[in-house]
């Protein structure tokens, strides 16, 4: 882009500022002309108090005292309007520039709560934060001078005016250094335009790169990474920094140029000025006041500069801003609301989808897909890794929409759905828990209205996490720390299975998500959401599943192969049915067995104490519900109807948490769950 199309774009950037914010505009204009016209006043009240006080106090040694007041009272009286003049420029300059930044981030980060997953996933979250603070900052930059540059144009067409009333000559020198000061800003701004640019844009960089090095410290630091991610970032930050001296070097040899034009200004003047004096044109406190008028020039235009040198960064800021407040995709949600109570029913309808880049190239992932999840049945997702299985839950939870085809809760396209209605009846437990930094409570909560401390309790309880939360310092009150750090890596996935359950969906989507749980644990997590406890309602389960134990607690099994539905029924159906999927549950087994194998004496006795309710009576704080009626209630008729082992095993592990039933137990049961799955 051109520096003059720079301009051009900076004074449009500025034209937005000013019509998002017309009153402080107007406040700060307002005070900066009154500065600038007081300015000038003032070279004109200390030309007359020279020519009126000084000079006759020189001549006579005396000078009346009503003269002195009066040049007393003037300056004074200057000197308080320009600093009114100044408060208002400041104070409004300011408002307007934080309120700007204040309304931008705003609009910024909210647009980032509607952007789609698949945008989120293109867009680097250091450049994400770049976005919402330093290019904010960088596109309400040049706010700050703004208003001062404007009083300082309104002052400079008042100064030649002035300058021509008092005489023609020394208003020459004027009409050949105001140009001149103009067009040294505007070739200041020129050089500086593509050199801030590029520092902005490094700027970005450097945050990027650093934001990836610090969320990915464990990988760096376990992979012995940490030279080469320093000198990574080493190589950002001085290219950074040379763009950044850049910067300096131009301002470095401007600034001078700058500041000397209007020293050259009372120089010319008062050689011109003695001159006309000699002619007898002028009297010495009009020369006086010119050269003057010429010394206090010299910092109000520098204002113009700052703002021709900032609107490059100007320009690059917000039109990063824009790509994010421009970004299409926007989940549009409808207006129909679901009225159904209960397990809702999921299905998917011959759907097709493809992850599309900005210009919408992308490969198909996902073809043809259709299954149903019946109301309160457990249906388990199962296919080699790239198969599809995560995209289906992502559009399960409308993170995405389909290509073709339809998703359907109750019998209504998710797209129909107002933001309410989905969030309220499905909750995803996506692969990798996420933890804000905040309480347990807070975490399992979110604000939400009507999730009390016994709701997050039932919730613990369900996701088998009441007895870790139970063995923490402060229970709910507990501050798990950036991203969970405090918790081991099931504790977090069970955190956040719990604050799923606390909002009571009706279809519950987990993606993997007890992956880092101990398999009886998982075992015991999937076979207490398939039951009612009294206050909390089962779910109808989508489930991406890994063990041959999740597995076997589904209904049904809905098979995948790169993005197809290859087989659907149940686990005992598929394994005679479709080679891959036996294949590949033989793998899981495998691993798994392998895995137990490996770690079968590294189980920390008070990890499992609190992992495992059988293992020790885990009484709760007081908020808890205690006793047998808090519990899930056992029997039959709060079975899942198709794995009555499971209930059983998931029974039995409750009552057994007030009964302090011991791990044995809770294993037999588990046992003869797989057994009968
Ligand atoms: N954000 C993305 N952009 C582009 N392609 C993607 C994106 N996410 C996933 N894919 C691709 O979509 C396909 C399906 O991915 P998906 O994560 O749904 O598979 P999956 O079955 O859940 O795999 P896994 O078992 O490894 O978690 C893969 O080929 C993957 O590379």
Same mark, same amino acid.
């Given at each position: ?511 993997? @998500?007890?992956? &880092? =749980?101990?398999?009886? /644990?998982? #075992?015991?997590?999937?076979? $207490?959401?398939? !039951?009612?406890? %009294? *206050? ?102 709060? @079975?899942?109807? &198709? =794995?009555?082992?499971? /209930?059983? #095993?998931?029974?039995?592990? $409750?009552?057994? !948490?007030?009964? %302090? *039933? ?16």
């Amino acid at each position: 882009m051109t520096s003059g199309k720079v301009l051009a774009k900076g004074f449009r950037v500025l034209g937005y500022a000013v019509r998002d914010e017309p009153h402080t505009f107007a406040v700060s204009v307002v005070g900066s002309v009154l500065f600038s016209l007081l300015t000038i006043a003032t070279a004109f009240v200390s030309g007359r108090v020279v020519g009126k006080i000084v000079l006759p106090a020189i001549d006579h040694g005396h000078v009346a005292v009503g003269s002195l007041l009066l040049g007393g009272l003037a300056i004074l009286a200057v000197s308080l309007g320009k600093i009114v003049g100044i408060l208002g420029r400041r104070l409004g300059a300011g408002a307007m520039q934080f309120n700007l930044q204040a309304k931008y981030r705003r609009a910024v980060t909210r647009r980032y709560l509607r952007l789609p997953l698949a945008w989120h996933q293109r867009h680097a979250t250091g450049t994400l934060l770049s976005n919402a603070n330093a290019d904010v900052e960088a596109a309400w930059y040049p706010i700050a001078p703004f208003p001062f540059a404007v009083g300082t144009v309104v002052m400079l067409v008042a100064a030649v005016a002035s300058l021509f009333v008092t005489d023609w000559a020394m208003a020459l020198v004027g009409v050949a250094i105001f140009p001149a000061l103009l067009g040294v800003n505007v070739a200041y701004s020129r050089r500086m335009s593509p050199r801030i640019a590029k520092a902005q844009q490094l700027r970005a960089e450097v945050s990027a790169v650093a934001h990836e090095s610090f969320d990915g410290a464990l990988v760096v630091k376990t992979m012995g990474r940490e030279a080469s991610e320093t000198e990574r970032f080493a190589d950002k930050a001085v290219q950074l920094r040379d763009a950044t001296i850049r910067v300096g070097r131009v301002r470095a040899l401007f600034d001078p140029v700058l500041d000397a034009l209007p020293s050259l200004g009372t120089l010319a003047v008062l050689i011109v000025g003695g001159w006309r004096y000699q002619q007898g044109a002028v009297r010495v406190d009009e020369v006086v006041s010119v050269a003057f008028l010429f010394t206090v020039l010299a910092f109000p235009v520098r204002a113009i500069g700052w703002v021709l040198a900032e609107l490059p960064r100007s320009v690059v800021g917000w039109e990063r801003i824009r790509h994010v407040l421009d970004a299409e995709g926007d989940t549009v949600y409808g207006e129909t609301a679901l009225t159904g109570t209960g397990p809702a029913a999921l299905s998917f309808r011959d759907v097709d989808f493809a992850y599309t880049d900005e210009e919408g190239n992308g490969q198909r992932v996902l073809a043809g897909v259709t299954f149903d999840v019946p109301p309160g049945r457990t249906v388990a997702l199962v296919g080699p890794t790239g198969s599809g299985k995560s995209t289906i839950a992502a559009l399960a939870a409308r993170l995405v929409d389909p290509g073709s085809g339809a998703i359907e809760v109750d019998g209504v396209d998710l797209r129909e759905l107002t933001q309410d209605a989905l969030s309220d009846a499905a909750a995803l437990v996506a692969q990798v828990p996420f933890v804000f930094d905040d309480t347990v409570r807070g975490n399992i909560t979110l604000d939400r209205a009507g999730v009390d401390d016994d709701a997050a309790w039932r919730a613990l309880r369900l996701a088998q996490a009441d007895g870790f939360v139970g063995h923490l310092a402060d229970g709910l009150d507990t501050t798990v720390g950036e991203r969970g750090t405090s918790l081991s890596g099931g504790q977090r996935q069970r955190l956040t299975i719990a604050r799923a359950l606390a909002g009571a969906p009706r279809l519950l989507v987990l993606d993997d @998500a007890t992956s &880092a =749980v101990d398999p009886r /644990v998982e #075992a015991a997590i999937l076979a $207490s959401l398939r !039951r009612a406890d %009294g *206050a909390t309602q089962p779910a109808s389960i989508l489930v991406v599943a890994y063990r041959r134990a999740t597995i076997a607690l589904a209904d049904e099994v809905v098979y995948l192969e790169r993005g197809r539905v290859v087989a659907r029924g149940t686990h005992t159906e598929l394994l005679e049915t479709a080679p891959g999927y036996a294949d590949l549950v033989t793998a899981y087994e495998k691993a798994e067995e392998e895995r137990e194998r490996e770690h079968a004496f590294d189980v920390d006795p008070l990890d499992l104490a609190a992992d495992l309710p059988t293992t020790a009576p885990t009484t709760p704080p007081a908020a808890v519900p205690a006793g047998p009626s808090a519990a899930v209630p056992a029997g039959p008729s709060a @079975a899942g109807p &198709a =794995v009555p082992g499971a /209930v059983g #095993a998931h029974a039995g592990s $409750s009552s057994a !948490r007030s009964a %302090g *039933a011991d791990d044995d137990d809770l294993d037999d049961r588990l046992d003869e769950q797989s057994v009968s799955a």
